[in-house]
């Protein structure tokens, strides 16, 4: 009798089991009202029975495109729909696989971006300056966002993304979101007029190494010592568990770029930071499949509670030098924000300007936008004539350099042109070595950089220090990137 139990029982847990294992079930990445990157393969995903056949499609209210794939020894099947135009049509998408059936309404096509980086990413709308206001004109259908719900490290990548929905922008969602993701597809979406993507995942305190897949570690000969580690089993700066736990499971969904606002957590990183930035980038496009993922990241705002008085610099000075070599890597741009940090706060509440910037290199860079700077003067190359160095700049833009002022941390209006003032916060180094206080002044579309005191001038710096006070931009008043020309 016992015998006859045990085989009915283990019967029934085999058929119990054989049933759970045939659910058709797809990655919690994809709900009702969700976008997909437009001119891009369209890639779904999910699982079922080994070897079960599944079909995709793709409907509106006219055409539907539909494509067949079967799931493999593991029971993870992938297809991939061809690229769609963005057209403003709300689609339905359906996934079939014998009697099983999922359907999604109200997917549409358009631009996808990732938003991820610590705590200034993560910061919510309801956070950021005026929240009342943004808030309550928050009112933005064809700006869709999913946010990873939890914090998360893990030491396997995770297969599936964490639960969550695709929400439509509305004064009733969007409080929580991101502030400089929003402000960042809100720009996007009013001057391209099509649906806009935005896939939050953040973690505020974090170091770069934890985003970073293993990939991106191997990509980047200067990190050998990541590489070894994670070969060992050893996690180093928590490499890879943030990416792991929260990053992973959104691969290989098809996305246009991503916006990334950290760094405060690797301001002892220093110049280091370039490659580190260069492994999340290569990392990043080699799982979300996508070579010419567009990768946008903010350099530190000013902040501290005084500035060193050192010509020499240091702070967080080395660290921003860092964000500003990872632009070597192709397909990259830099927002500058050095005009409005908090002098005490870490968290600045202007991530309107933060998101306008950053808004701006990519309708530049990505969408053609015409007549319009990317970002501020960038260091380009310096000469020493005589006892002077001469600074030229990328990003100039029409009509030049300016003296100018921000206005404070609180204003979020446009910047003031200063025509008598004197440009602060250069500083020029002897032959010796030593570092002073410069003399700075605008010629053309260059800078000239002198002191009384270096008759033989090797190198200069600009705005490298913790919270300078900076005043040089273009006329397009964007602020020029902190620099050092030092090797």
Request: hydrophobic share 35%; net charge negative; glycine share 10%.
């Amino acid at each position: 009798m016992f015998k006859k139990h045990f085989l009915l029982c283990f019967a029934f847990a085999a058929l119990l089991n054989q049933n759970l294992s045939a659910e058709l079930r797809v990655s919690n990445l994809f709900s009702d009202h969700m976008v997909l990157q437009q001119n891009q393969p369209i890639r779904i995903w999910g699982w079922a029975n080994p070897g079960t056949s599944v079909t995709v499609g793709l409907t509106d209210n006219q055409n539907a495109t539909a494509f067949a794939v079967r799931a493999d020894e593991n029971g993870r099947w992938i297809a991939e729909l061809a690229p769609k135009q963005a057209d403003g049509k709300p689609y339905g998408l359906w996934v079939h696989s014998g009697e099983e059936k999922i359907e999604f309404k109200d997917v549409m096509i358009g631009e996808v971006w990732i938003c991820s980086g610590q705590s200034n990413m993560e910061w919510r709308v309801s956070q950021a300056a005026n929240p009342q206001q943004e808030i309550a004109n928050a009112r933005h259908p064809m700006i869709r966002f999913f946010d990873v719900p939890k914090h998360v490290k893990q030491n396997e990548p995770q297969e599936d993304a964490q639960e969550s929905q695709w929400k439509i922008c509305s004064p009733e969602t969007i409080g929580g979101f991101s502030a400089v993701g929003y402000f960042f597809g809100r720009e996007l979406q009013e001057e391209l007029h099509i649906p806009i993507g935005l896939i939050g995942a953040n973690w505020g305190g974090q170091r770069i190494e934890p985003f970073t897949p293993p990939i991106g570690f191997k990509q980047v000969p200067s990190l050998e010592d990541y590489v070894k580690d994670l070969d060992a089993g050893k996690f180093k700066g928590g490499a890879t568990q943030i990416y792991n736990g929260m990053v992973a499971g959104l691969a290989p969904y098809s996305v246009k770029g991503a916006i990334w606002y950290q760094g405060e957590s690797n301001a002892g990183d220093g110049l280091r930071y370039n490659y580190l930035k260069e492994a999340l980038i290569k990392g990043w496009r080699s799982v979300f499949q996508n070579e010419d993922l567009s990768f946008y990241w903010v350099q530190l705002a000013d902040f501290g509670r005084g500035h060193t008085g050192q010509p020499a610099g240091g702070g967080w000075g080395p660290v921003r030098e860092g964000q500003r070599r990872a632009l070597r890597v192709a397909n990259t741009g830099m927002a500058v924000i050095i005009d409005i940090g908090a002098e005490k706060d870490i968290h600045p509440k202007n991530k309107q300007d933060v998101g306008k910037r950053l808004a701006q290199l990519a309708l530049v860079q990505n969408y053609g936008l015409q007549d319009v700077t990317p970002t501020g003067p960038l260091y380009r190359s310096h000469k020493v004539e005589g006892n002077q160095i001469r600074i030229t700049f990328d990003h100039v833009g029409k009509g030049g350099l300016m003296v100018a002022d921000k206005g404070g941390e609180h204003y979020m209006g446009p910047v003031e042109e200063l025509a008598d003032a004197e440009l602060t916060e250069f500083s020029i180094q002897d032959a010796e070595g030593n570092w002073h206080w410069a003399d700075a002044k605008i010629d053309g579309n260059t800078v000239v950089v002198s002191s009384e005191a270096v008759a033989n001038p090797k190198h200069v710096r600009f705005a490298y220090d913790s919270n300078p006070r900076v005043n040089l931009y273009n006329r397009q008043g964007l602020p020029a990137s902190p620099f050092t020309t030092t090797d």
